[in-house]
């Protein structure tokens, strides 16, 4: 991960629209001034605090917040109605889609992905001073998946160029290049045994949708449909 941007706030080549607002102070106290690097696109609502390091080419969708105290490589993407908490260090490349919450204090590696509604969290008792001393996130190795509305709990390793199904909650660390998923999350397969989308689906041209299953979806071995 790389960050390259100029002291202070003032970038070269931002598209910004009406109504963000850059080097937001942070309630825990004064920081130092945000940095954002250059070619920025941020979207209305978008608030960016002080105190964080953000590097090239951020875009933002509508109402995105990154709190103080993070690090952002370059060419970051986070969709509408994403939370950044603060402390987070956010790798190159990293996509975050729309209505994501990344608790504080967690890392995603370079070139992670997570799909819509995936929630991050760090407190392992909440409401105990002994768990709220020691919260921590998730570590999300580069290349990760995370699936649509899939929940992390803290202190989980996921490992390198994993894919982890919709709507999981991964409770204990997975391997790198391995699929899992289920309540609790559960390694199910090697992402290099998947069989190729273009044998799970059938073209459906009188939908917007486009595609739909075939009639054996053909998932990781001993899940087929």
Known sequence: MSVTS???????GWDVDPGVLLGYASPRGPRPPLVLGD??????????????????????????????DCLVGDDACMWSNTVVDYSCRIGD???IHANC?????????DDAFLAP???????????????????SGPWIGPGAQLGVNVTVL????????????????????VPPGTVAYGN??????????????????????????????????????????
């Open 117 to 135: 509604g995936v929630t991050i969290a760090n407190d392992l008792y909440p409401g105990q001073e002994d768990s709220a001393a020691m919260m």
């Open 93 to 95: 490349r990293v996509k």
């Open 184 to 225: 609790p999350a559960k390694v199910r397969g090697r992402v290099q045994d998947l069989a190729g989308i273009e044998t799970r689906v059938r073209v459906d041209s009188d939908s917007a949708a486009r595609f739909r299953l075939a009639d054996d979806t053909g998932g990781p071995p001993g899940e087929r449909r």
């Open 39 to 68: 070619d920025a696109r941020l979207r209305s609502g978008t608030v960016l605090y002080a105190g964080s390091r953000i590097g090239h080419r951020l875009q933002t969708g509508h109402h995105v917040v990154v709190r103080e």
């Open 154 to 173: 803290p202190f989980v390793r996921i490992g390198e160029g994993c894919l982890v199904g919709s709507g999981s909650v991964v409770t204990r660390d």
């Open 6 to 12: 100029r002291p202070g706030v003032a970038g070269v």
């Open 101 to 109: 919450y990344v608790a504080q204090w967690t890392e995603l590696c």
